[in-house]
């Protein structure tokens, strides 16, 4: 068993170890669910009042009592009827519900320790005093079910590892953590913000917000188009047909706006971009000659995100996607496929991205809902995707069941500030779409032919990788992003004449420069720099101004000295040059 497994069951029966704990001080408590989650385990309850920081004390001040106690966990299967009648319906509705809702056939589990038994399909470690070490974190509300409109619960999340050392490792990552949230950063930087008038989840980009997001777009921009691409702009809005012919209405519905009726037709905000990649395609007639066709757009589309999961820039409802659609020929995927991750590679060699891993993702051939039915495309486009990684010598993992309803994907895996792993970037194949629009081309042999199509996104939305280099700097971006590369401090008020000069021969070379001319110390004006995390700080007096000199520190306390204003020019070309 590798040790994820071990940890996966050894949190699984934490869950229960709380259960227990609850029960036992809350004998009214009502269960609803427990399972292991990242950095440890939750369990959902429906008590007859909020509980308090000091309840939380005394819950896992039982739970220690329990893992003492070290009880054996017991499995036992019952029929379907036998497990409603060994579930008291009245105290344990939500128990009861699950058995209703569990298909027929299915076994039914429970899993006992000493006095408490629950419904639970497993697994578990032997015994409770297997459970590794532990923190109760905190009490949160929760709906059943996740809907919104049933019973809010209490739910009580607690961090496991194997040893306390891990334990409290997590907690030193997570004051890291908060000293480098996006939100708060966003907030002191002068980065973006929410207005309640405009709507949750719709931030506004300020000034230097909106400096660092287009110095990203035009990176990536001048990137693809050195790489092939065709840049477009096509709209937010689009008829429900549209969705409706590529499946994504079916499958991401619940994701959309609602429709609007603008006279007598019905229009909706899109949800994605590529449908609308497809019509331009099939604008025109294509030959096998004109293909590959790479069509790209930093294109903002709409989701629908519930209102409790939206966060800053990382969950929002509107976003502008680093966006492209590759049309070509079947032959012609695998290696347009390796240009895209080494596009990938390129780009967060630029941003200074090192944590990523590659992931496989994969259909479920028995999730018929969720993904298209057709075997055989999905096992032609999965293996394609196998042998990319192959031909790259590149370490991957499978993950079944997180592909896109209409083909598998790679999927661009970067660990946040927590050592999460969330999807950044991500390369999908697609032989689905094409068939659904009747796209086309003429082949070589002079007949109608298919094309195969690549969705692919190198950098994100704009809004989650802001918000993932937020958080990776700390806010102190590296000089060629910074929103402001450099500021002109004088010392007092009669030199800030020679300070201005200087910031124009800045810009003049293209920087990002302001000078702070209030009339305050310049200790004062260093740290206000500091604090903003400026790359340079260029403090100018008598001396500098007779020698056309600036005196220079570097963010973090630095101090470079003294030199002339065209060997600081040379010194920033050469730093953004890399």
């Not at 590798?2 to 259960?19: C, E, G, N």
């Not at 908060?178 to 207005?195: A, I, P, T, W, Y």
């Not at 294109?299 to 409802?317: H, I």
């Not at 500098?544 to 470079?560: C, E, I, M």
Request: glycine share 6%.
């Amino acid at each position: 068993m590798d040790k994820a497994d071990q940890l996966y069951k050894m949190r699984h029966t934490a869950s229960h170890v709380l259960a227990q704990a609850v029960l036992e001080l809350f004998p009214e408590a009502k269960l609803a669910i427990g399972p292991p989650i990242d950095d440890g385990f939750y369990y959902d309850f429906d008590l007859p009042r909020s509980l308090t920081p000091e309840d939380l004390e005394q819950i896992e001040k039982r739970m220690r009592r329990i893992v003492k106690e070290d009880l054996p966990l017991v499995r036992s299967e019952k029929p379907r009827d036998d497990a409603r009648t060994f579930v008291d319906e009245k105290a344990q509705p939500y128990k009861v519900e699950l058995i209703d809702d569990l298909p027929e056939g299915e076994t039914i589990s429970f899993y006992t320790q000493g006095s408490f038994t629950d419904l639970c399909r497993g697994p578990h470690v032997e015994s409770t005093g297997k459970i590794g070490a532990f923190k109760l974190d905190k009490v949160a509300g929760a709906y059943w079910r996740g809907d919104e409109k049933r019973q809010q619960l209490q739910r009580i999340y607690g961090i496991l590892y194997p040893t306390q050392g891990e334990v409290d490792a997590y907690y030193e990552r997570l004051e890291e953590a908060k000293k480098r949230d996006h939100r708060v950063l966003g907030k002191q930087l002068g980065l973006f913000m929410n207005s309640p008038i405009i709507g949750p989840g719709l931030p506004l980009w300020l000034p230097k917000g909106a400096t660092i997001r287009r110095v990203l777009e035009r990176y990536i921009t001048d990137l693809e188009l050195d790489s092939g691409y065709q840049h477009v702009y096509t709209p937010v809005l689009a008829k429900p047909e549209l969705y409706k012919i590529s499946g994504h209405w079916e499958h991401y519905r619940e994701s959309m706006f609602p429709v609007m009726q603008i006279d007598s037709e019905e229009f909706v905000l899109r949800p994605m971009n590529c449908p609308h990649h497809i019509q331009i395609y099939a604008n025109d007639q294509h030959s096998y000659r004109d293909l590959p066709v790479r069509i790209a757009e930093l294109a903002t589309q709409y989701r629908y995100e519930k209102s409790g999961e939206l966060s800053g820039l990382s969950r929002v409802r509107a976003m502008c996607l680093n966006d492209a659609h590759i049309f070509c020929t079947p032959e012609q995927v695998k290696a347009e496929i390796k240009k895209v991750v080494e596009m990938v590679q390129a780009a967060y060699r630029k941003l200074g991205i090192t944590d990523y891993s590659y992931r496989l993702s994969l259909h479920d051939a028995k999730n018929t809902e969720k993904y298209v039915s057709k075997p055989g495309l999905w096992e032609r486009a999965e293996n394609q995707l196998r042998e990319v990684f192959a031909d790259l010598e590149l370490p991957y993992y499978e993950a079944p069941g997180e592909a896109a309803f209409y083909g598998p994907k790679i999927d661009i895996q970067l660990r946040n500030v927590l050592g999460k792993e969330e999807t950044v970037s991500t390369i999908q194949v697609d032989w689905h779409l094409p068939e659904q629009f009747k796209l086309e081309y003429i082949g070589e042999d002079g007949q109608v032919h298919q094309p195969v199509m690549i969705h692919r996104g190198v950098i994100s939305t704009m809004e989650r990788m802001v918000s993932y280099l937020i958080e990776l700097y700390a806010g102190a971006f590296p000089v060629w992003l910074a929103p402001v590369q450099a500021i002109v401090l004088p010392i007092t008020d009669r030199h800030t004449d020679y300070a201005n000069t200087v910031a124009t021969q800045l810009k003049a070379e293209g920087f990002r420069v302001e000078v702070d001319s209030a009339s305050e110390r310049v200790g004062k004006k260093v740290a206000a720099a500091e604090s903003m995390k400026i790359p340079y700080m260029l403090v100018v007096g008598d001396r500098d101004a007779a020698a056309g000199n600036v005196s220079v520190r570097r963010r973090g306390q630095q101090d470079l000295g003294a030199m002339p204003t065209g060997d600081f020019i040379q010194l920033i070309k050469n730093e953004t040059a890399q």
